[in-house]
């Protein structure tokens, strides 16, 4: 694991990365800055390049901010070499203690009900939780949905800083053809729009009469995370119901699992990504763990598996 700043004396970090990865194509590199909109933009360009991951620098020195970089760190190198969670003071022991790396496996699509259907009632919403691995992963999702999914919105928390959420939305924008969009409070949901959990905020969805709206808010980190993706799976869970299909990619720890159980007792579906194709098997082996899955596939096949089910059941 190596953790490469951006801004560097001779030869800066977007410059040394692909000397790196040509030298050690198998190493897991973090690249570390400050959170300026220009190097969030070169940290999102990072991780096309074959950056694994990113992570802000503290502004201070001191306090509170200081013990989170050391936390966020710890956590990602440990989950980057396989090791599962660090357990720390506050964490309880049986979600954060540290469990053996085993052999990733490909596991495929699930018997399905109703002839192959998600639910032949139709689809009205696609929501999309992620982390560590998540902007390479949405990338590709999205650009295999080009031309797809207008009639429906579409939900993503990725766990990023704020200004980072700024440039995913750019690049969903591109990889989609679809207009993507930090959420924003009291926007009205729209079809064929993709909507982002700004950083630092929770998003969640909410009827108002015959409309449905976004609505964002910095109630308490869940699972160490904000935005988290639990609270807009729970919210869109009551809003959508069975028409919902929730999908977890790549990511550390268990954020959306809760929120999973919330879309499966209400009849939604849940999707995962295969343990072979992700960055991180954290948040995908929960939700599969717990049961909750009708469909683990590799990253490649979930977007023609999600257009054939929206597409095939209006």
């Not at 410059?15 to 590199?29: D, F, M, Q, R, S």
Request: hydrophobic share 45%.
């Amino acid at each position: 694991v190596i953790l490469l700043d951006i801004e560097m004396p001779v030869m800066d970090g977007i410059t040394a990365l692909p000397e790196l990865v040509k030298v050690a194509p198998k190493a897991k590199i973090i690249m570390a800055s400050t959170l300026t909109l220009r190097n969030a933009a070169v940290s999102m360009q990072a991780l096309s390049l074959g950056a694994t991951d990113y992570l802000t620098k503290p502004t201070s020195k001191v306090g509170g901010e200081v013990a989170l970089f050391y936390r966020e760190l710890i956590t990602k190198i440990y989950a980057l070499m396989g090791r599962g969670l660090p357990v720390f003071a506050d964490a309880k022991p049986e979600v954060a203690a540290p469990v053996a790396a085993a052999p990733k496996t490909v596991m495929r699509v699930s018997p399905l009900p109703f002839g192959g259907k998600l639910n032949p009632m139709g689809l009205h919403a696609l929501a999309i939780a992620s982390s560590t691995g998540g902007p390479q992963a949405l990338m590709q999702f999205f650009g295999q949905i080009k031309g797809h999914l207008a009639h429906v919105p579409v939900f993503i928390t990725q766990h990023m800083p704020p200004t980072f959420t700024t440039i995913l939305a750019e690049q969903v924008s591109k990889a989609s053809g679809h207009t993507a969009t930090e959420a924003k409070e009291g926007m009205e949901v729209k079809p064929g729009t993709i909507y982002i959990a700004p950083g630092d905020y929770h998003m969640i969805a909410e009827r108002a009469d015959t409309r449905v709206v976004v609505r964002i808010n910095q109630n308490p980190p869940e699972n160490f995370c904000r935005p988290a993706a639990d609270p807009m799976l729970r919210s869109l869970a009551q809003v959508y119901g069975s028409h919902l299909v929730a999908m977890v990619l790549t990511g550390m720890g268990q954020d959306g699992m809760e929120g999973a159980k919330d879309v499966v007792n209400k009849g939604g579906s849940v999707l995962a990504q295969d343990e072979a194709s992700c960055v991180v098997y954290g948040m995908p082996k929960a939700v599969v763990e717990n049961g909750l899955c009708k469909v683990v596939l590799p990253l490649a096949e979930l977007a023609p598996f999600v257009i054939q089910q929206f597409e095939g059941a209006r």
